[in-house]
Each structure stands twice: as structure tokens, then as C-alpha cells.
């Protein structure tokens, strides 16, 4: 069984910083891209930011400039630096990896994993 699991959120003043992080563990071969999403109450869930596995990022243009995301490939964690945060930051935070696992016969898998998810709220 793989799984993801992530930690690091809580209640922050606007303009303060948290560090979300996401643990991939199990049976994994390898890790694609990783990605941060985020749904606010009432909200469509959008993409906050991903990472590929070489280090390539890409950032909603509304957290560009102050969120940060980074990989450890050595222990399959993600992490999400956010700075300067607003009150429109305020959501669950979700992390989802493209994991490959082997199965007994040797074949790769693809299994499209989620997080539970950590709430963010950013409030005076």
C-alpha cells in the first residue's frame, strides 16, 4: 500500500509563514510529479503548485512570489513554503504524486495518489 501523508498546516496571522510537508511511503519504484492543490469552502479545488522529479515547478499566479515548492527525492517528501499569506489562502491543502509501484511479476504501475488533506486558515 502506498500513501500519502501531510502535515504542517494550522491557523496564521496575514503575512505569516507556514511549511506544509507530504510523505510518500510503501512499496514505491519511483516518484513522477507532485503537486499541491487547494479547495476553499464553496470553491473548486485548483493547482497551488507542482514539481517534477528533476526539480521543474510551476505556480498558480496567485501564489507566485510567495509560495515555494520543493522535493527530497531521497525520502519522497514534498514540502510547500508559503510566506506572505492572505486571507484568500485560507483552504485545505492537498498533496497528489504519480507513484510507480512493481508488482510481483516486475510490471510498473501508475497509482495517482491524494493526501487526506491539512487545513490552512489565514486570519487576524
Known amino acids: 500500500q502506498v500513501q500519502l501523508v501531510e502535515s504542517g498546516g494550522g491557523m496564521v496571522q496575514p503575512g505569516g509563514s507556514l511549511r506544509l510537508s507530504c510523505a510518500a511511503s510503501?512499496?514505491?519504484?519511483?516518484?513522477?510529479?507532485m503537486a499541491w492543490y487547494r479547495q476553499a469552502p464553496e470553491k473548486r479545488r485548483e493547482l497551488v503548485a507542482a514539481?517534477?522529479?528533476?526539480?521543474?515547478?510551476n505556480y498558480a499566479d496567485s501564489v507566485k512570489g510567495r509560495f515555494t515548492i520543493s522535493r527530497d527525492n531521497a525520502k519522497n517528501t514534498m514540502y510547500l513554503q508559503m510566506d506572505s499569506l492572505k486571507p484568500e489562502d485560507t483552504a485545505v491543502y492537498s498533496c497528489?504524486?504519480?507513484?510507480?509501484?512493481?508488482?510481483?511479476?516486475?510490471?510498473?504501475?501508475?497509482?495517482?495518489?491524494w493526501g487526506q488533506g491539512t487545513q490552512v486558515t489565514v486570519s487576524s
Open positions: 497528489n504524486a504519480h507513484i510507480y509501484v512493481l508488482d510481483s511479476y516486475g510490471q510498473r504501475w501508475l497509482n495517482n495518489k
Open positions: 514539481i517534477t522529479r528533476g526539480g521543474s515547478t
Open positions: 510503501g512499496s514505491i519504484f519511483s516518484i513522477d510529479v
